[in-house]
């Protein structure tokens, strides 16, 4: 099986919309990590949920989890707020790795080293096989998808 074969449509975002925004896309999809485009749909990122988390969480208490006891359900509530006036840029800041782009007629074998090497939750396809980090997003396969694909089904071990 094929990239392409294995490819989903996947909601983006661009660099310029609001994390708010983003984050509620996340939220309101149960995605894994958001995808980044440019103005020619070429992936350029990706922001896993954990690293979204990140950016709500107050950096004292990332540093003193202890201190996540303090913050009753009212003020945890009020974290969100904390990306109201940011966009998807200001997510990136902190750490820019680049993102996993596969062409169309890689491998699951491809795929599957790609993704844990570069810890992502998706890997993007590309519709350009020479220069996939170059091409237009094609999809998106997820690691919940691929997983779903290597597994062998219950009772075919």
Do not use: N
């Amino acid at each position: 099986m094929r990239a392409r074969e294995l490819a989903v449509e996947y909601p983006t975002v661009t660099p310029a919309d609001s994390a708010l925004d983003a984050a509620r896309l996340l939220a309101g999809q149960g995605l894994p990590g958001l995808v980044v485009v440019d103005a020619r749909r070429r992936a350029v990122a990706v922001i896993p949920a954990s690293r979204l988390l990140g950016r709500i969480v107050p950096p004292h208490v990332r540093d003193d989890p202890t201190l996540a006891r303090v913050y009753d359900e009212r003020h945890a509530d009020l974290l969100c707020a904390r990306l109201a006036d940011r966009t998807v840029t200001d997510l990136l800041e902190d750490e820019r790795t680049p993102f996993p782009v596969v062409g169309p007629d890689a491998t699951v074998m491809e795929i599957a080293s790609l993704m844990a090497d570069a810890r992502s939750p998706v890997v993007a396809v590309s519709d350009d096989e020479h220069r996939p980090e170059k091409g237009a997003l094609i999809g998106v396969i997820t690691t919940v998808h691929l997983l779903t694909r290597l597994l062998p089904a219950s009772g075919d071990a």
